[in-house]
């Protein structure tokens, strides 16, 4: 069974930093894409940074310039480093994967149970 694993978040001050990580386990084949998605109290979910197995990445404007995607393919890891930190950055933060599995070679998105990230002094 694959399962996506988040770990990281914290209640930190604004202006402050935080790293969360995800990681992928189980029969895997491969893992193409790895997204962080974020859901703020009272608005949809959103898509945060993803990045591609090539390692190109794609940031939403409201984090671009403090946010960095990055991955770890022999762990099958995928990193989210957030740095000036704002309140309205507080939000549960999810992981999702497509992940080839190696019984089937089938591609599934997988996500993360979410990790909560509060940004309060």
């Known amino acids: 069974q694959i399962q996506l694993v988040e770990s990281g978040g914290d209640l930190v001050q604004p202006g402050g930093s935080l790293r969360l990580s995800c990681a992928a386990s189980?029969?895997?084949?491969?893992?193409?894409?790895m997204d962080w998605y974020r859901q703020r109290p009272g608005k949809e979910q959103e898509l945060v940074a993803a990045?591609?197995?090539?390692?190109?990445?794609n940031y939403a404007d409201s984090v671009k310039g403090r946010f960095t995607i990055s991955r770890d393919n022999d762990k099958n890891t995928v990193y989210l480093q957030m740095s000036s930190l704002k309140p309205e950055d507080t939000a549960v933060y999810y992981c999702?994967?497509?992940?080839?599995?190696?019984?089937?070679?089938?591609?599934?998105?997988?996500w993360g149970q979410g990790t909560q990230v509060t940004v309060s002094s």
């Open positions: 999702h994967a497509e992940i080839i599995d190696g019984s089937h070679w089938y591609a599934g998105d997988y």
């Open positions: 990045i591609n197995s090539g390692g190109g990445t």
């Open positions: 189980g029969n895997i084949f491969s893992v193409n894409a």
